[in-house]
């Protein structure tokens, strides 16, 4: 039996494979406990450094980094959609005049270290005497970088596409842009819907990139948190809570995609069902 892909493995291969597994797991699993083990040697434990995040002032402080987090994580995102959307179309473009731009904006801003862009969005308008909020040298160049990867999942998203499917609607007299959004764009948005997310995930993450440019987001609350010499420094403890809260929020992301995705074949499907096979023999004017 075999697959698209590989060969699927036999009964002998599964085991072996079982057993790579386990010993791949423990020795996770060995290096984990090594390496609290060493944290707790260093006192990284002690309860004097847990302390001060059961104060609610403390905790009022992550949950402003934490909305500050979203608010920027929610403006790029969508204006990196937006911008996708746009510069995927122009890409998609008959015309060369809009071919190309679109093709030279794209390449630039996924070639340019998104570092470079938040700071060319901070310090270049703070030369010229008109700096920006931080927040909107932060979302300008999330929404930038994040845009031009976006435009390309969209664009290889629409081709990918059956050819069929274009040229049968182009049969029935539809325009091209009647065909990229009626026929074109459902079906690609469900094959890109989990590589879209997976993007918006990254996104999110990159914001962490905020306290380069002393945002207070969420890394920024908690270097300042961590850095009480009362608590000991309490660095580990404050970043295991922001790791847990990352985790928490892109695991969320996730499953609302996986929900998205499972509920749009759903309808798919349903639609299709609907939809009545040709009878025998019919012909288009009559019956055979």
Request: charged residues 15%; positive net charge.
């Amino acid at each position: 039996m075999t697959s698209v892909l590989y060969d699927v493995p036999g009964p002998r291969a599964r085991r072996r494979n079982r057993l790579i597994s386990l010993a791949a797991s423990l020795a996770i699993l060995a290096l984990l406990a090594y390496v609290a083990r060493r944290f707790e040697i260093a006192g990284q434990f002690e309860a004097v450094r847990w302390k001060q995040l059961t104060l609610s002032s403390v905790q009022r402080q992550l949950l402003d980094g934490l909305l500050a987090t979203l608010k920027a994580a929610g403006l790029a995102s969508v204006l990196a959609l937006g911008f996708g959307v746009i510069a995927a179309a122009s890409r998609l473009s008959d015309h060369r005049l809009l071919r190309w731009p679109g093709t030279v904006v794209v390449e630039l801003f996924r070639a340019i270290p998104l570092l470079i862009l938040i700071f060319f969005f901070y310090y270049v308008p703070l030369d010229y005497g008109r700096p920006l909020p931080t927040l909107w040298a932060l979302v300008l160049g999330l929404a930038l970088y994040n845009g031009a990867v976006l435009a390309e999942i969209f664009r290889a998203g629409i081709v990918s596409v059956a050819r069929g499917q274009s040229e049968a609607a182009y049969a029935v007299g539809m325009r091209k842009g009647q065909v990229t959004r009626l026929i074109l764009m459902p079906q690609a948005v469900r094959a890109m819907l989990p590589t879209i997310i997976s993007q918006l995930v990254v996104l999110l993450k990159d914001t962490a990139l905020g306290f380069i440019i002393t945002y207070r987001e969420l890394i920024s609350v908690g270097r300042e948190i961590g850095g009480r010499l009362t608590f000991g420094f309490p660095y580990l403890p404050t970043y295991i809570v922001i790791a847990a809260i990352y985790i928490a929020i892109c695991g969320l992301l996730s499953a609302g995609a996986n929900g998205l995705e499972r509920r749009t074949r759903r309808s798919h499907k349903t639609t299709a069902d609907l939809v009545p096979p040709p009878q025998t023999g019919e012909i288009a004017g009559g019956n055979v």
